[in-house]
């Protein structure tokens, strides 16, 4: 046992899971090491879009942060590090301006900012996704008026609570 | 002059809590089918033109909230 041990995290191993479905390698923040802003990394696999759902709308459901966050899209190519190797849906703003991008991508949320539904259309390869919030816990706000009513009764809200607010 | 909240409002109810001087007041909920909304209006009387409400690109996360 060394002094410093609790400077080397490693999820599952030495800091607690947390119950999520995605295939997590990284989870910090201020309950892991005190003062640390939250940061989370997942794997995005072939197929992970499906289980978002498959209509206008699907995927993790428009909201709000308090702090800023950096979504990092990285792809796992190193020969062709800014091929992402998959396709990406994004909504951006009250106004849900729809994106999609096939890069390695990093999209910059302002605190407040209402963006998402995210998801995956399509992924070849695995990549990377790595979220940053500069802040030490996670918030979220939810915002289902956004949504037409036939996407909103196709959600599990319950997966979706506030937190924070 | 003070502020107001426009049509731009999404009645998320946010901005209650927010406003420094407690200006910012509910109104009575509102129902969208099955969602329950929280609309507000902007007590002028209350509200000292202190700017914190549009200090920040997103302090209101649908922007509906401008100068009278």
Redesign the interface.
């Known amino acids: 046992m060394g002094k410093y041990d609790k400077y080397f995290v490693k999820y599952g191993i030495n800091t607690p899971k947390v119950d999520d479905m995605r295939p997590i390698v990284a989870r910090m923040d201020d309950s892991v090491a005190k003062g640390c802003n939250f940061y989370l990394v997942h794997w995005v696999a072939p197929g992970f879009g499906d289980i978002l759902g498959d209509y206008e709308y699907a995927g993790h459901p428009p909201h709000i942060h308090k702090s800023a966050e950096l979504l990092m899209h990285i792809g796992g190519d190193p020969d062709n590090p800014m091929d992402l190797n998959a396709e990406i849906e994004m909504y951006m703003g009250p106004e849900l301006e729809r994106h999609t991008f096939t890069e390695s991508t990093i999209i910059y949320i302002p605190p407040n900012f209402i963006h998402s539904p995210w998801r995956p259309l399509r992924v070849d390869k695995p990549f990377l996704f790595i979220e940053i919030n500069q802040g030490p816990v996670h918030t979220e706000k939810f915002f289902p008026q956004l949504l037409p009513k036939e996407a909103r009764e196709k959600i599990d809200w319950s997966m979706w609570p506030d937190k924070g607010f | 002059m003070p502020y107001k909240i426009t049509d ?1 409002c ?3 109810g ?1 901005c209650i809590e927010r406003c420094p001087e407690g200006a910012i007041i509910a109104d009575e909920k509102e129902k ?4 329950l ?1 929280q609309p507000v209006h902007i007590d002028v009387e209350i509200c000292t033109d202190c700017g914190v409400c549009v200090s ?8 509906a909230i401008e100068k009278i």
């Open positions: 731009s999404l009645k998320c946010y969208m089918d099955e969602l909304l920040e690109e997103w302090w209101c996360p649908a922007q």
